[in-house]
């Protein structure tokens, strides 16, 4: 089993920045692929970004290129996302999730993920 918990979000200024973390314990992280989904209120979850187990092949929503980043260290099981030039319309509860396969960025990016956390809420006012 994988748990994972995600820490950073808060209240943010249009075009400030974040840093979210996702603390990931359970197994060896280097096997798993991880990535980010976000919810806005009343609206479905929406793929965000991932990262394969080794970190060398990331993947973004076309939404957010340029403005995020995606990063791991698979020495502190812990995974990133960066976000700068925040925009209202990001406001979201944003989620860590994992994927058994260490090169699983497609099943992220389709939601098909096999470990969830509880996400943390990301508000940006303009």
């Known amino acids: 089993q994988v748990q994972l918990v995600e820490s950073g979000g808060g209240l943010v200024q249009a075009g400030g920045s974040l840093r979210l973390s996702c603390a990931v314990s359970g197994r060896t992280f280097s096997n798993y692929a991880m990535g980010w989904i976000r919810q806005a209120p009343g609206k479905e979850r929406e793929f965000v970004a991932a990262?394969?187990?080794?970190?060398?092949?990331?993947y973004y929503a076309d939404s957010v290129k340029g403005r995020f980043t995606i990063s791991r260290d698979n020495t502190k099981n812990m995974g990133y996302l960066q976000i700068n030039s925040l925009k209202p319309e990001d406001t979201a509860v944003y989620y860590c999730a994992a994927d058994r396969n260490p090169v699983g960025l497609a099943a992220i990016s389709t939601l098909h993920c096999d470990y969830w956390g509880q996400g943390t809420q990301v508000t940006v006012s303009s």
């Open positions: 990262i394969s187990g080794s970190g060398s092949s990331t």
